[in-house]
């Protein structure tokens, strides 16, 4: 179960939400041949990636950017694509371009930063744009948390689409973060929960100046917790039509 839409476009053009995800995809491009020589790969992670050691000893610290804009295979970057164009559209509309930039960037440093809290020792590589788009996803929670979010279910041979409340997409995608962050081994490498969750939480803090300014409960009231805008119809038929 995953989502693949909400039903709220934005009210202008997310001009910095296509360029982070071009800037994403862009430098993956660039070195995703690394991928056929292991050796050449590690020293390149070792050189851009966020170690959690090596930036608690004073070193590294512009990774804690770069490592924003790096990924681990193609679905790692499709995944994180994904969230950031169905969350990011919203949140940039309400923030403006130049303050959602920095919004995005100073919660993917907040993440790596939690995940350098949580294992201070490891040198496992940290990549991904995971922490900055969980930042997002927080922003959007606090913003709009009754936008419809369209879900992907899949079991085994049913494949169904339906509509569901933001708060209970957000809410348990947190939750299996927290439960994944505290029964993880962190010196095994995987995902990093705590980034994850240290990166939602960074952006609901960071949005909750804005939100309050909009009136706060006010602004829910207002826009029923829904970005201010119409929403988008799609049609979906909950039948597949066979030729006879």
Do not use: C
Not at 56 to 77: A, N, P, R
């Amino acid at each position: 179960m995953f989502p693949i839409r909400d039903h709220n476009p934005s009210g202008r053009t997310p001009y910095v939400t296509y360029m982070l995800m071009a800037a994403n995809i862009g430098i993956f491009l660039s070195y995703v041949g690394l991928f056929n020589d292991p050796r050449a790969l590690n020293f390149f992670f070792s050189e851009y990636a966020a170690i959690p050691a090596r930036i608690k000893s004073g070193e590294g610290l512009g990774t804690l950017i770069s490592s924003m804009f790096l990924h681990g295979g193609w679905m790692h970057l499709a995944g994180n694509m994904l969230f950031l164009w169905i969350f990011g559209d919203n949140v940039e509309d309400e923030m403006g371009h130049l303050p959602y930039l920095v919004f995005y960037i100073a919660t993917g440093v907040a993440a790596g930063l939690v995940q350098i809290v949580s294992a201070p020792y490891s040198i496992i590589p940290t990549v991904g744009a995971s922490g900055a788009i969980a930042g997002v996803m927080g922003s959007y929670l606090l913003l709009y948390p009754k936008a419809r979010i369209d879900i992907l279910l899949i079991l085994i041979v049913f494949f169904r689409i339906f509509p569901v409340p933001a708060w209970i997409v957000l809410a348990l995608w947190f939750g299996m973060q927290f439960v994944g962050g505290i029964s993880a081994d962190l010196t095994a490498g995987g995902v990093a929960y705590w980034a994850h969750a240290g990166g939602f939480v960074a952006g609901a803090l960071l949005t909750a100046p804005l939100w309050l300014a909009r009136g706060g409960r006010g602004y829910w009231r207002r826009t029923h917790g829904h970005p201010p805008h119409p929403e988008a119809v799609y049609s979906v038929s909950r039948t597949p039509k066979v030729r006879r």
